[in-house]
């Protein structure tokens, strides 16, 4: 099984920008469907973005033009650049990958966006 630790989160206003990190503790390139999903409380987590071994990128379109999502092999992490950041990005984001046909999921970090 995989570790995923996330960090990053943090409160910004409206508009503003945040990184956020997922480290993981295999070789990224092992690890299949990274990904970021966010929950918010009373609601179910919904996917946001995920990027495959070969780079190919794929958003949700509340986030498609804002958000950045991206891998660093060398690192072993996954990235996910948020920028022009809105209320309704408010939530707990959460890394997941799939290492040897297991998911696992990161612990979250909490992104709260003030207007």
């Known amino acids: 099984q995989v570790q995923l630790v996330e960090s990053g989160g943090g409160l910004v206003q409206a508009g503003g920008s945040l990184r956020l990190s997922c480290a993981a503790s295999?070789?990224?390139?092992?690890?299949?469907?990274m990904g970021w999903y966010r929950q918010t409380p009373g609601h179910q987590r919904e996917w946001v973005a995920t990027v495959v071994s070969g780079g190919a990128t794929n958003y949700k379109d509340f986030v498609r033009d804002r958000f950045h999502i991206y891998r660093d092999n060398e690192k072993d992490t996954l990235f996910l650049e948020m920028n022009n950041l809105e209320p309704g990005d408010t939530a707990v984001y959460y890394c997941?990958?799939?290492?040897?046909?297991?998911?696992?999921w990161g612990q979250g970090t909490q992104v709260t966006v003030v207007s």
């Open positions: 295999k070789s990224i390139g092992a690890i299949r469907g």
């Open positions: 997941k990958g799939t290492y040897r046909n297991r998911d696992s």
